[in-house]
């Protein structure tokens, strides 16, 4: 069964500064995806970032990338120039590509501080 | 464009009740799933609905069910319900014609609570 770990229930940043929330997966499979999706006080679940599997570069969205080391399982978040508006619940979340089962940890809640 | 739109925002009901949410998919989709996310947790797959047929469900007991409609739309159904079916009720829409997993798109979410 996949299973995805976020072991910081909480974390906190300056304003402009650089912050890196940890993701951490289990599953025999080879083909996946991995996500990470923010929920901001509205409650919609809006995706940051997207790494399929099977490449090997990390993806990046302007202020936002990923590290994802396959081996290991691992893929943190990191986000630049910290805004006040990336305050919010993170969710890691891992999909396969014949299961509509998407799996999501259990969050990381961000406070960005002016 | 509208996004995925979800209602009732909150709802309240008494344990044994029946309720029902309704979803209406990002235009141009064809594909719902249904997710629960309960207080501190992230969301847990109910469901999901594709040409009007449920193609996969998650762990869940037969109390919750689910319909889609030839417009795309669908509804979730929860009978005699729990203290514990309290929480938050997501509807994701995504194109069932390509890996359904590859972008989800979600609405705001119903906040349900059983007293």
């Known amino acids: 069964a996949q299973t995805v770990t976020q072991s910081q229930p909480e974390m906190s940043v300056q304003e402009a500064e650089t912050v890196t929330l940890s993701c951490t997966y289990d599953?025999?499979?080879?083909?996946?995806?991995l996500f990470w999706y923010k929920q901001p006080p509205s409650r919609q679940m809006i995706l940051v970032i997207r790494?399929?599997?099977?490449?090997?570069q990390n993806a990046t969205e302007n202020r936002f990338s990923v590290n994802f080391q396959k081996a290991a399982k691992s893929f943190s978040l990191k986000i630049s120039d910290s805004q006040l508006g990336d305050t919010a619940m993170y969710f890691c979340?891992?999909?396969?590509?014949?299961?509509?089962?998407?799996?999501f940890g259990a969050g990381t809640r961000l406070t960005v501080k002016p | 464009d509208a996004g995925v739109t979800q209602s009732p925002t909150h709802l309240i009901k008494t344990r044994g009740q029946q309720v029902t949410l309704r979803c209406s998919p990002k235009?141009?989709?064809?594909?719902v799933s249904w997710y629960q996310q309960a207080l501190g947790q992230g969301p847990q797959f109910i469901f999901q609905?594709?040409?009007?047929?449920?193609?996969q469900r998650g762990n869940f007991p037969d109390r919750f069910s689910g319909h889609q409609f030839p417009n795309y739309s669908s509804e979730l159904n929860v009978n005699a319900l729990l203290l514990g079916d309290s929480a938050l009720y997501l509807c994701?829409?995504?194109?069932?014609?390509?890996?359904?997993?590859?972008?989800?798109?979600f609405g705001s979410g119903t906040q349900l609570s059983v007293l």
């Open positions: 979340a891992f999909g396969t590509y014949n299961n509509n089962d998407m799996r």
């Open positions: 609905y594709y040409e009007e047929e449920e193609r």
């Open positions: 994701a829409s995504s194109l069932g014609s390509r890996n359904p997993n590859e972008k989800l798109f």
């Open positions: 790494q399929e599997a099977y490449k090997q």
């Open positions: 599953t025999s499979e080879n083909n996946y995806y």
């Open positions: 235009s141009g989709h064809d594909t």
